[in-house]
């Protein structure tokens, strides 16, 4: 079991519908993080928080929103998704961004968008 | 350019062997840390193993070492005694200073096979 935790596990959604990824560690970390990963492709760094506040926007489409209503959790909000947004979600949690501690990864949102 | 480069796409190895899983990297950054990462096919990213720029010893975890030749820029992981758990791709990542966002980059990964 990893210590961030991912929900849901699989989501199906239409490209009208909304939804949203949650994320929670409970390690007392102050970063956390949201990757995007294709099939075989390495993970792509989506956005950045550092103690609860957007650093880094990786020049994600505004159909996908962040937020991070404490220090333990983080969303991924989630509106009139495209056919080529279907992927692997994962979250990903550290003490700090600019921390040489690893990042922990949950095992992540597998999101099919019909 | 790329910053880090996984050169072997696959590898296989008979189980109970020694494997080793190429990496190289570009930085300019004086301080950075590699990672090695290990991605099941039920896709959780499993943390294996860290080296930092300035360490003098290379980093050991149980099965795992990280040989690590800074002159050269590869940072190459050595699993021992390969067990068949250990099908699965491989990541190297490098985490670059201040100056670059204190993000993590990612190779394009090894898929690493064990035969019985």
């Known amino acids: 079991d990893t210590e961030v935790t991912q929900t849901p596990k699989h989501l199906v959604m239409g490209m009208t519908n909304k939804k949203s990824l949650k994320c929670e560690q409970h390690m007392g970390h102050r970063a956390m993080y949201w990757y995007k990963q294709k099939a075989k492709k390495p993970p792509e760094l989506m956005f950045v928080y550092s103690y609860e506040k957007l650093s880094i926007n990786e020049s994600v489409p505004s159909r996908f929103s962040p937020e991070c209503p404490n220090s333990s959790l983080l969303n991924l909000h989630l509106h009139a998704l495209q056919p080529e947004d279907s992927a692997l979600y994962l979250c990903?949690?550290?003490?700090?961004?600019?921390?040489?501690?690893?990042?922990?990864f949950g095992d992540g949102t597998r999101l099919s968008i019909l | 350019a790329q910053k880090i480069t996984q050169t072997q796409p696959g590898m296989f190895v008979q189980e109970k062997e020694a494997v080793t899983l190429d990496c190289t990297y570009d930085?300019?950054?004086?301080?950075?840390?590699l990672f090695w990462y290990k991605q099941p096919s039920s896709g959780e990213m499993i943390f294996l193993i860290y080296q930092g720029s300035y360490d003098e010893q290379n980093a050991t975890e149980g099965r795992y070492s990280l040989n690590f030749q800074k002159a050269r820029k590869s940072a190459n992981l050595v699993i021992s005694a390969s067990q068949l758990g250990d099908s699965a791709m491989y990541f190297c990542?490098?985490?670059?200073?201040?100056?670059?966002?204190?993000?993590?980059?990612f190779g394009a990964g090894t898929i690493l096979r064990v035969k019985s």
């Open positions: 930085t300019s950054d004086q301080s950075y840390g």
């Open positions: 990542a490098m985490r670059e200073g201040e100056e670059y966002g204190n993000k993590l980059v």
């Open positions: 990903a949690s550290s003490q700090a961004t600019d921390s040489n501690q690893p990042q922990h």
